[in-house]
C-alpha cells in the first residue's frame, strides 16, 4: 500500500520551539533535531502503523537521540501528522493538543 503523508502547520512550529531551545545549548543540536524529525517522517510514512499506539486512534514514534515524539493519525492511506511533543508532557496535555489538531 501506499501512504500519504500529510503534516498539520503547527507542527512545524513544534520543532521550532525545539529548536530554538536547543540552540541555546549547542550550535548543532537543532539542525541534529530536525534531522531525527525527517528519520521519523520518513518511517511514519513508509510504515505507519509500526508505531506505538499513544491512545486509541493515536500513534507515536519516539526520536532517537532527543526526548520528542512524533504523533500521529492513520486515516485510510493518509497518515496526518499532527504534533512534535516532549515525551515528558502529561499524557493529558498530549491528547488534548492531538485533539484539537485532528
Known sequence: ?????????????????????????EDDLPQRFIAEVDVALDFAERFPLAGRRLCAKYRRIALRHFPYLLCYRVVDDVVRVLAIVHA?????????RLFSRD
Do not use: C, F, Q
Open 88 to 96: 515528558r508532557r502529561n499524557p493529558k496535555w498530549i491528547r488534548a
Open 1 to 25: 500500500m501506499t501512504w500519504v503523508l500529510s503534516v498539520h502547520p503547527e507542527v512545524w512550529d513544534d520543532a521550532d520551539d525545539a529548536m530554538d531551545y536547543y540552540a541555546g545549548v
